[in-house]
């Protein structure tokens, strides 16, 4: 792509041999402990390269496990100093599997599963009002709003008011109050509307007020160290800011009536989102719903341990059951009212579909959920993979988008649907 097409595309620049750019862990890489041929791998990892040849994505890591095993772990690009507006003067820095990258929306997977583990413990009844746990939040007509409407995006408060200042994202006792104080648009759970940033707080509450702790230290002793993660923590610690990636708003510019959907979305246009995502405050901050950090193999590991029922390494994380009722569809599929395109939630995951869905054709039994439309993060039982393509762009439309379908599209066609009787117990 020349530089008048990288400028009017907004993208990065993409070198003619991307070897030089790649970084592959060949040592966890083991396609055929589980049967699966090198040309299926790299046949995926072609569909990873084209998307990042269009230039969208500074850089992309992708984990892929198939019955367990890791069978593609990659990186490609840079994790900083390649975005459309970097100069030759910007030190670039290579992307590596081990660089840890902000979920965004994908962060809400794994809030949702800890509320599901809460109620596991007995500490919570998802049907509960959250007003039964926070009296505060029934100010304003939300008495009866429960948990579980919030975990499926029925709660009615999709978004926080409108002329709020950004700086209350890191400030969570103001976010509190406009949220309790927030009239709902609706009370009965009847219609979706996605909670891009709200739900994540209200959940938050709930869960710190009947464990007395943080939610950090919730995550941190339930889930991420039985599971030996590195990262995957809320937000970053300020001595690791420097390792975490940059974050770039490319492609074109989106207009009306895109433009319109991404505010309502998101509570700002796009480049307001990367000024944002890159604010130090927001890095440290804790934002349930919107800034968990950690690579593609961490949030891989996160959805096989689902895939196993709830175990990883043979430490039970959480029941089957619990894992079962994470991802029971809530509802029917319905046209949602913020990004006005029809979806399946559970109470907490977006799932897929047939004969096509968001995780592909085929896809009835996957689910997973999507960081800021280009994060994609699932796990299908019905092929029994976890996936995670993480990257550093924020494109909304452009000429990225076959590319990104493309790579869905082989990842289902290479794993064939398992027979039922031989399906992960999550299908069943």
Known sequence: MNRFARRALHTCQVPKDLSTVTSCDRQHEKPEAVGVSRDTVEDIWKSAEALYRTGVHPGIQLSVRHRGEQILHRAIGHATGNGPGDGPEATRVAMTTDTPICYFSASKAVTALLMHMLAEQGLVNLMDPVAYYCPEFAQSGKRTITVHQIL??????????RETPIDVLWDKDE?????????????????????AITGGFVLQ??????????????????????MGMKWFTY???????????????????????????????????IRTVEQVTNDPRFQEAVI??????????????????????????GHRICSEMTVRR??????????DRTMLVPMRFSAGMMLGGNPVGLWGQQSRYAFGHIGLINKLCWADSARDISVSLLNTGFPIVGHH???LARFVYTVCNRFPLIPEGQRPLAAA
């Open 326 to 335: 994470s991802i029971q569809q809530f509802g029917s599929l319905q046209m």
């Open 152 to 161: 499926s995006h029925r709660g009615g408060i999709p978004a926080i008011p």
């Open 205 to 226: 509450r709930v869960l710190e007020k009947v464990t007395g702790g943080t939610i950090e230290e919730y995550l941190d002793t339930h889930l991420r160290q039985p």
């Open 401 to 403: 988008l076959p590319a």
């Open 288 to 313: 349930p719903a919107g800034n968990l950090c950690g690579t593609a193999e961490e949030m891989g590991r996160f959805f096989q341990m689902m895939l196993n029922g709830g175990v990883w390494n």
């Open 175 to 195: 976010i509190w109050r406009l949220l309790c104080e927030a009239k709902p648009v609706e009370v009965d759970g009847a219609k979706v509307a996605y909670h």
């Open 235 to 269: 937000g970053i610690a300020s001595k690791d800011l420097s390792s975490l990636a940059t974050n770039y708003a490319t492609g074109p510019t989106p207009v009306f009536p895109v433009s319109w959907v991404v505010n309502r979305a998101l509570g700002g246009d």
